[in-house]
């Protein structure tokens, strides 16, 4: 009969300790240089961007008068882009997570149908950007509207929608379908009526994410040629636009002959971390909403 050698015990006990308190500091010390990252751009951004924002700033058009310059353009063409992004991207990415989840029989065809879903969501944005130019911008001869980006964005960000939808749906408990069954209900009900309710905070946090994304996405639009130009204010789906994240990338760009353009966008980051913030404040909510409801 083996007896346990105490020695050894704490010879193995005290490398394991030094190797968990080795782990311990690594990780504590990445997190603390990934916060002095953020709080040092935070701050860089703040200083540079806040003088610059007034009322004059948010309500002005685009100039090449910095003292003039105004974002009310991006800001309109930016919310005109979530009106095609949001519906089409819940209507499409939830409506295939239940398909996947609900109604397709389980087998290699599903199977593969899910894993290349999965692969989409790290593709490059720029293959969306040129896939959005082919399709949408030439084929469909929709040009560089707001229709077309949306569209584009959308399918940018529908595998995110799909795989936590998929996830939120397949963790609602078998039992409560099989109640719903009992009770004479039938697929369809079950699904509205139990399925959703019960998987809809998870589902809201996909939608949270995808949208979030979406909004501060730049590469697949200046692939399809929106521009950030004096062009007039979007009125519907159909009229040429700018978004807030293009409007940043190209008065970064002209900072190297304006200097004053450099704050101008920094400035504009700060509303759009602003508007980001406030989107995703009001979707925690509902989603919080919900949990204490199901």
């Not at 998929?166 to 209900?185: C, D, N, T």
């Not at 909004?215 to 979007?234: R, S, W």
């Given at each position: 009969m083996?007896?346990?050698?105490?020695?050894?015990?704490?010879?193995?006990?005290?490398?394991?300790?030094?190797?968990?308190?080795?782990a311990?500091?690594?990780?504590?010390?990445?997190?603390?240089?990934?916060?002095?990252?953020?709080?040092?751009?935070?701050?860089r951004?703040?200083?540079?961007?806040?003088p610059?924002i007034?009322?004059d700033?948010?309500?002005?058009?685009?100039?090449?008068?910095?003292?003039?310059?105004?974002?009310?353009?991006?800001?309109?063409?930016?919310?005109?882009?979530?009106?095609?992004?949001?519906?089409?991207?819940?209507?499409?990415?939830?409506?295939?997570?239940?398909?996947?989840?609900?109604?397709?029989?389980?087998?290699?065809?599903?199977?593969?149908?899910?894993?290349?879903?999965?692969?989409?969501?790290?593709?490059p944005?720029?293959?969306?950007?040129?896939?959005?130019?082919?399709?949408?911008?030439?084929t469909?001869?929709?040009?560089?509207?707001?229709?077309?980006?949306?569209?584009?964005?959308?399918?940018?960000?529908?595998?995110?929608v799909?795989?936590?939808?998929?996830?939120?749906?397949?963790?609602?408990?078998?039992?409560?379908?099989?109640?719903?069954?009992?009770?004479?209900?039938?697929?369809?009900?079950?699904?509205?009526?139990?399925?959703?309710?019960?998987?809809?905070?998870?589902?809201?946090?996909?939608?949270?994410?995808?949208?979030?994304?979406?909004?501060?996405?730049?590469?697949?639009?200046?692939?399809?040629?929106?521009?950030?130009?004096?062009?007039?204010?979007?009125?519907?789906?159909?009229?040429?636009?700018?978004?807030?994240?293009?409007?940043?990338?190209?008065?970064?760009?002209?900072?190297?002959?304006?200097?004053?353009?450099?704050?101008?966008?920094?400035?504009?980051?700060?509303?759009?971390?602003?508007?980001l913030?406030?989107?995703?404040?009001?979707?925690?909510?509902?989603?919080?909403?919900?949990?204490?409801?199901?």
């Amino acid at each position: 009969m083996k007896y346990v050698d105490s020695t050894q015990v704490q010879k193995k006990m005290g490398s394991r300790l030094m190797a968990n308190n080795l782990a311990k500091t690594l990780f504590f010390l990445s997190t603390l240089f990934g916060l002095l990252v953020l709080v040092v751009l935070i701050y860089r951004v703040l200083k540079d961007g806040l003088p610059w924002i007034d009322i004059d700033f948010l309500m002005n058009r685009l100039s090449t008068d910095p003292e003039r310059a105004g974002i009310w353009g991006a800001i309109t063409g930016t919310l005109w882009l979530m009106v095609v992004v949001a519906p089409v991207t819940m209507l499409l990415g939830i409506g295939t997570a239940i398909y996947l989840e609900e109604y397709a029989t389980k087998g290699r065809i599903s199977s593969f149908i899910k894993t290349n879903i999965s692969n989409l969501a790290g593709v490059p944005s720029v293959v969306f950007g040129i896939l959005g130019l082919t399709v949408f911008a030439r084929t469909l001869d929709l040009g560089s509207v707001v229709l077309a980006g949306g569209l584009t964005m959308a399918l940018l960000v529908l595998p995110v929608v799909v795989v936590a939808s998929q996830e939120a749906i397949r963790a609602v408990p078998q039992f409560l379908r099989e109640a719903s069954y009992g009770m004479g209900a039938t697929k369809w009900q079950t699904i509205k009526n139990v399925v959703l309710p019960a998987a809809l905070p998870g589902i809201l946090t996909g939608v949270i994410l995808a949208l979030s994304r979406a909004i501060g996405e730049t590469a697949p639009l200046v692939v399809i040629g929106i521009p950030a130009l004096l062009i007039p204010i979007p009125d519907g789906i159909f009229d040429k636009f700018t978004i807030l994240p293009v409007q940043i990338y190209y008065w970064t760009i002209d900072s190297a002959l304006v200097a004053e353009y450099a704050n101008l966008a920094a400035a504009t980051i700060v509303i759009l971390l602003l508007v980001l913030f406030v989107m995703n404040s009001i979707a925690i909510l509902i989603r919080n909403k919900f949990q204490k409801r199901y």
